[in-house]
């Protein structure tokens, strides 16, 4: 295995080796790899189209490159933890060994229910070991896995199986999230109800609940692995063969199925994940993502596991069964790397320092951060009281459609600039463009960033819509990848992202980022959590309002907002002034942490009645309450 980068002069230095020769760059990562037939290209591409193979005729299985070679050398050490919901139930360990025998067996049973090579398979399930292993059986027989977060509506669920075409579905019975059970097997037969692909369901008992079990299509886990051979010869995938599919939402219409393909994925969530948190061959890593997004694939799945790594899954929420959960974690199983969201930070720290004291985190060594930029009160907050100043903190930029990080500090090896993703990955070629596709190159000035040249383990399609992925990612700069984010460069050339360029409020002739404005807001010392939308304006055109999280009494309502308007007014002008603020107890968000921007404009837009389905939301009732205090 490659030795990771230790100085920010060897990241320098492997900076422009890329730049000089990115084929030759990326050719030497992929020789650390087990490959079946070496690639007899390295790189084809053409953005016009847009096309991009990476390795062309190589062969392989990445789950060798996961599991067999790691067999060969450390077959007893610790592959995944896995934490559960309930702190009274016992860790589970899974070693190399045990993992790889799990994953062929889970072969085995697939290839049982007909699934062959190329077929996609849907998976629905709760964070469990049992989840790792369906992904890795999937990729290992070269069936295409489709995770849905199992927080998604039957309605939801049921448009990704049709959209794939998925041949089977593999749920649970239920699953735990803190003090509730989610009924998952109910939620998944009225979305089989109206998918026509799925011939089989497999259902892993979790939760013991009671459920419908339908004869001819659906078979329990337990059985379906009973006196299955643990092993199972990887099936030889090519280069570019598709490893997954896996929706995002778009900023409109349908969510678009994004495909990642094997090697490129591969060689670039390693060189990332070993790079960016500095792994070393001892550390206890904890990515707090679900796997049903791109962190959880990405950076709990593919990345440490390519690594030989000890990567922990948990099961359940950071407030249950109070808000000292995470500590209470990272003190008991050592953790080293600890990777989370921003809104988990702020909704953590909202809750102060009482829930942190007890814990012992000394076995901290790298934070990360993900999702969404940081705003500079809940870095500092991160920094201070939970790394102790001792950890530097990785602010990672990437997307569903890149596949890995593309922007980051490499912990303790690269600058760090709270709120600033800082500099890009060796081999990634950022630039910022404006309205026109023309490069802005002063510092401090805002445009569209964007991707010069293509990288490894970036998309290669929309599934059964490559016209679509074209026009989203290709269409409007030409010969650039687009990634819909705002951005901009420091004087030291370290880029800052501002948000996505649709979630911009034009006031007056103005462009005013939203995340721009809830960073500043967010600053005030009362203030948790901010989420702020544009609504109609007879002169302006539009006007600002902001759903505000804070400690603050109905009294004192006036007077913050004053004082949240003298902050805007000095961090980013009077322009930015906030015509309205409604002070919520909480704001409306997806089980996976985002906010529903969406649902908040219709209801300063005065469209209650419009506000389309919430049934992914954590907390529905949050939004009736965010609608009466409106009236």
Known sequence: MEKRIRTFKEYKDEYLKSKHNPESFWEEKAHNFEWKKKWKNVLSWDFEKPEVKWFEEGKLNITENCLDRHVKSQAQKTAITWISNNPNEKNKYLSYE??????????????????QKGDRVCIYMPMVPELAIAILSCARIGAIHSVVFAGFSEKSLADRINDAKCKILITSDGSYRGNKVIPLKEIADVAMSSTPSIKSCIVLKRTGININ?????????????????VKFKAEEMDSEDTLFILYTSGSTGQPKGIQHSTAGYMIYTEYTFRNIFQYSSND?????????????????????????????????IPSYPDYGRFWKIIEENKINIFYTAPTAIRSLASHGEKFVKPYNLSSLKVLGTVGEPINEEAWNWYNKTIGKENCPIVDTWWQTETGGIMISNFAGVTPAKPTFATLPVPGIFPCILDENGKEIKDHNKGGNLCIKFPWPSMARSIHGNHKRFK??????????????????????GMYRITGRKDDIIIVSGH??????????????????ETAVVGIPHQIKGNSIFAFVVANVSKKKELETTKE???????????????????????????????????????????NSDELGDISTLLNSQVVEDIKKRAL
């Open 98 to 115: 045990d993992l790889h025998n799990k994953v062929c067996q889970f072969c085995n049973v697939l290839k049982a229910n007909n699934i």
């Open 213 to 229: 079990m339908k004869t001819t299509r659906d078979k329990w886990w337990h059985d379906e692995i009973k006196n299955k051979s």
């Open 284 to 316: 206890v890593y904890w990515c707090t993502a679900d796997i049903g997004w791109i962190t959880g694939h990405s950076y709990i799945i593919y990345g440490p596991l390519l690594c030989g790594a000890n990567t922990v899954m948990f099961e359940g």
């Open 471 to 492: 026009e989203v990612y290709f269409k409007k700069f030409k010969k650039h990848y687009f990634s819909g984010d705002g951005c901009y460069r420091d004087e030291k």
């Open 511 to 528: 462009n005013l980022g939203t995340a721009e404005i809830e960073n500043c807001i967010n600053q005030h010392s009362r203030v948790f």
């Open 564 to 606: 949240i308007n003298k902050l805007l007014r000095q961090d980013i002008g009077p322009i930015a002034k906030i015509d309205q603020i409604q002070f919520v107890k909480e704001l409306p968000k997806t089980r996976s942490g985002k906010i529903m921007r969406r649902i908040l404009k219709n209801i300063a837009s005065g």
